[in-house]
Nanobody, 125 residues
Framework: QVQLVESGGGLVQAGGSLRLSCAAS????????MGWFRQAPGKEREFVAT??????YYTDSVKGRFTISRDNIKNTVSLQMGSLKPEDTAVYYC????????????????????WGQGTQVTVSS
């Protein structure tokens, strides 16, 4: 069982930065692929970034602006977001799944077993 708690959301002006953090409880954190997804009102939950045994992966719209990282000692995963745009406004969710390797990128939300409660990010124009 893995429990995830996000923090760091808020209101920021376009062009600004935010850092989201996700604290994980449970054992063997390093065995899990960790991801960030987001969901805007009226839209489906979408992939933002994952960090897996195979590397780091990003959706095209955030490449060069967002950076995912993890600390396997502190059991945390972070999403550094820069050059924020109004279209980045959404509830951001942290997610975890046991990483089976094989080069999986884990871009689909239905691949993840554990989810946080979400944190709101609002970017004003």
């Amino acid at each position: 069982q893995v429990q995830l708690v996000e923090s760091g959301g808020g209101l920021v002006q376009a062009g600004g930065s935010l850092r989201l953090s996700c604290a994980a409880s449970g054992r063997a954190f390093s065995d899990y692929a960790m991801g960030w997804f987001r969901q805007a009102p009226g839209k489906e939950r979408e992939f933002v970034a994952t960090i897996t045994r195979s590397g780091k992966y990003y959706t095209d719209s955030v490449k060069g602006r967002f950076t995912i990282s993890r600390d396997n000692i502190k059991n945390t995963v972070s999403l550094q977001m820069g050059s924020l745009k109004p279209e980045d406004t959404a509830v951001y969710y942290c997610a975890a799944v046991l990483d089976l390797g094989f080069g999986s990128q884990y871009r689909r939300f239905n691949e993840f077993r554990y989810w946080g409660q979400g944190t709101q990010v609002t970017v004003s124009s």
